[in-house]
């Protein structure tokens, strides 16, 4: 069965601090993709990054990166410069190409200032 | 464009009664999906369509029904409510396919005492 660990249930940062979020998937499937979501206290789902299993480089946007491992099944997710609006809960979420969501049970991120 | 709706935003329900929960997206989307999310856990899938008049059955269908008439409307159908299905619920939209990201509405907190 596909799943999605992710293994910190809480972490804390410091405000301008840098934060990595885990995240391991178990699959069989070579090709497939992996997402971060954001859920803040609206509960609102917002789509952080993405990354395509085909694709080596890792996934960029702003001060959030990845570090995706393909044959540990690990895809990291590294805030840097942590800001107060950045407090949630993070999932981490697999898709093989049958366009299944697969989650995780999230880590609630606090920052701190 | 407001992306994904749902109504309602908060509803309490009595053991054994119905309701049905709406979604409506406005980006033309083929695909659309529902998700529970129960307290400290990632979205569960409960059903899926990739195109009006097509459902399909996710991880957690049973107590739901659903219907795909339009392209734009997916609503969720709750017989004889338990307070097994007290929960957070989630529609989603996407185009499908390939890496393409769904959009999720603002939640349904659906309470059944």
């Known amino acids: 069965a596909q799943t999605v660990t992710q293994s910190q249930p809480e972490m804390s940062v410091q405000e301008a601090e840098t934060v990595t979020l885990s995240c391991t998937y178990d699959t069989s499937e070579s090709d497939y993709y992996l997402f971060w979501y954001k859920q803040p206290p609206s509960r609102q789902m917002i789509l952080v990054i993405r990354?395509?299993?085909?694709?080596?480089q890792n996934a960029t946007e702003n001060r959030f990166s990845v570090n995706f491992q393909k044959a540990a099944k690990s895809f990291s997710l590294k805030i840097s410069d942590s800001q107060l609006g950045d407090a949630a809960m993070y999932f981490c979420?697999?898709?093989?190409?049958?366009?299944?969501?697969?989650f995780g049970t999230g880590t609630r991120l606090q920052v701190f200032p | 464009n407001a992306g994904v709706t749902q109504t309602p935003k908060f509803r309490i329900l009595k053991i054994g009664q119905s309701m049905t929960l709406q979604c409506t997206q406005d980006m033309n989307h083929n695909y659309m999906y529902w998700y529970r999310q129960d307290p400290g856990m990632g979205l569960k899938l409960i059903y899926y369509?990739?195109?009006?008049?097509?459902?399909d059955k996710g991880e957690v269908p049973n107590g739901y029904n659903v219907s795909r008439s339009t392209t734009e409307d997916f609503p969720l159908r709750l017989e004889l409510a338990a307070p097994s299905q007290t929960s957070v619920y989630f529609c989603?939209?996407?185009?499908?396919?390939?890496?393409?990201?769904?959009?999720f509405g603002p939640g349904t907190r659906l309470t059944v005492t």
């Open positions: 990354q395509e299993a085909y694709k080596q």
């Open positions: 369509s990739v195109g009006a008049g097509i459902t």
């Open positions: 979420a697999y898709r093989p190409v049958t366009d299944k969501l697969i």
């Open positions: 989603a939209s996407g185009r499908g396919g390939s890496s393409y990201e769904q959009y």
